[in-house]
């Protein structure tokens, strides 16, 4: 689920506004999910040492 | 960070906010300690994600290709990775991969696993893994295929090597004829190479031209209607 609004919003450089038209979800929710998608990614990266 | 713009930090440093929402969020940032501390912390991640591409081409490639010509990444990314000493984010690409695949394991996207890539569509050749540098095709016209090119002198002439990236789409799900030119300096032009390819496939394939890499001035990528989709110059 997290993965899809990163790819999304990523990987296709898609805005919030289109992704959530192609997810078929509301724009808040990809919002929220980009928000915890990179926050869990900063936090693996965070226990390999590789940022703060 | 209870505010109602705690959830803006990711599409703020992915660049997918709307411009209006984005003004918005600076706005708001420049008033807020905690959605600030959240953009930072998250600042730098794009730019990790983003080397993927350079690094694995055949399994993110098609994808972050097309991101990458979009250049949305706020100014902010790019001061943060700018700042970041070179041997350092070496180091961290290397690690980002391996917590990436971790994350990414079983994406869908038409990206393929990164452990397991796809066997390629209608490969005629796969890269070898210290494959030469690459360049990238320019887009002519609106598409959404990607390509990138390979040069190599032999006695015969030049041998050029296309990787070509068409991504999923959901409208459509024809395979379509493209075709790749090599134009030489006076104006000769030699077809490399023809090939189907429809969403979610990936082509690499070799042609070798006559012409040398001194006469060689320009590739292009054709549809079936001649129309010139991407194109190369030579330096």
């Known amino acids: 689920v997290h993965r899809e609004v990163l790819v999304e919003c990523f990987y296709k450089g898609r805005s919030i506004a289109e992704a959530a038209a192609r997810l078929g979800i509301p724009p808040g929710t990809v919002k929220s999910r980009t928000h915890y998608a990179l926050q869990s990614l900063r936090l693996v990266l965070a226990e390999m040492g590789v940022v703060r | 960070m209870k505010c109602d713009h705690a959830f803006d930090d990711g599409a703020y440093v992915l660049g997918a906010l709307s411009p209006s929402e984005r003004a918005s969020f600076e706005r708001h940032l420049a008033g807020c300690a905690a959605c600030r501390e959240a953009v930072a912390s998250i600042a730098v991640l794009p730019g990790l994600l983003g080397r993927l591409s350079s690094l694995d081409a055949d399994t993110v490639g098609s994808v972050t290709a097309e991101f990458a010509t979009e250049q949305r990444i706020p100014r902010l990314v790019a001061a943060v990775t700018h700042a970041r000493r070179k041997d350092r984010a070496r180091l961290v690409v290397a690690v980002v991969v391996t917590a ?133 110059n030579l330096p």
């Open chain 2, 100 to 232: 990436a695949v971790a994350l990414f394991a079983g994406v869908t996207a038409g990206a393929g696993r990164v452990s397991d890539p796809p066997p390629s569509v209608l490969g005629t050749v796969s890269r070898p893994p210290s494959a030469p540098a690459m360049f990238p095709m320019v887009a002519q016209v609106e598409t959404k295929a990607t390509a990138e090119l390979a040069f190599r002198e032999t006695l015969a002439g030049t041998v050029i090597t296309m990787h070509c990236a068409y991504p999923m789409l959901s409208e459509y799900h024809k395979a379509y004829l493209f075709r790749l030119f090599a134009i030489g300096a006076d104006g000769q032009t030699e077809q490399v190479s023809s090939w189907m390819a429809g969403p979610g496939e990936e082509v690499t394939l070799t042609g070798t031209v006559r012409l040398t890499m001194d006469d060689l001035i320009r590739v292009e990528l054709r549809n079936r209607e001649d129309l010139v989709l991407l194109a190369y």
